[in-house]
Each structure stands twice: as structure tokens, then as C-alpha cells.
């Protein structure tokens, strides 16, 4: 499970949204939308989203702005995915 956090710099909610991700020991990968143009264009005009953090968790969860709530649900579900995966012995 990857969970990808887009964000521009100086964004208050992206680092945020990355130090709480980071203290439940979440990993993610952050694309830059400054840096990244195809990242830019997949999150305006595929997703619809228009202000960041955009997180994308997989092709139905994904949210737009500080979403604690949101990041807890997606916590749990990459702690349940780890699981099954450790269960399985991946």
C-alpha cells in the first residue's frame, strides 16, 4: 500500500499532514505539484481536487486539504494491509 501526499512548499496543511503520517509511523511518498507538472495535471484534472495537501491512499480514498480524521482512516488501513501482508509472510 502507497500512500502519496501532494504538496506545494510553504503549505501549512501538506506539513502537517506529513508530520501526522510520520507520527503514526505511516509511510508516504510526497511528489512536489511545484516541481512536478504531470503531478499537477493528475490531481486538477483526473481527481478535481484545486488545493493541497491532496493525499492519495488508492483509486476510491483519496481527500484534498488537512484532513485528520481522514489520515487516521488511512492509518489504520496501511496497519491492516501490513498485517495481512506480514500474515501471509511478504
Excluded: N
Amino acid at each position: 500500500m502507497t500512500i502519496t501526499l501532494y504538496s506545494k512548499p510553504g503549505c501549512f496543511g501538506c506539513r502537517k499532514t506529513a508530520e501526522k503520517f510520520t507520527a503514526l509511523g505511516v509511510p508516504f511518498q510526497k511528489v512536489d505539484l511545484t516541481a512536478t507538472p504531470a503531478a499537477l495535471e493528475y490531481v486538477t484534472e483526473e481527481l478535481g481536487y484545486a488545493q493541497a495537501p491532496i493525499v492519495v491512499v488508492d483509486d476510491h480514498f483519496h481527500w484534498s486539504g488537512l484532513r485528520p480524521d481522514l489520515i487516521e482512516q488511512a492509518a489504520t488501513l496501511h496497519a491492516a494491509a501490513m498485517a495481512g501482508a506480514s500474515a501471509r509472510g511478504e
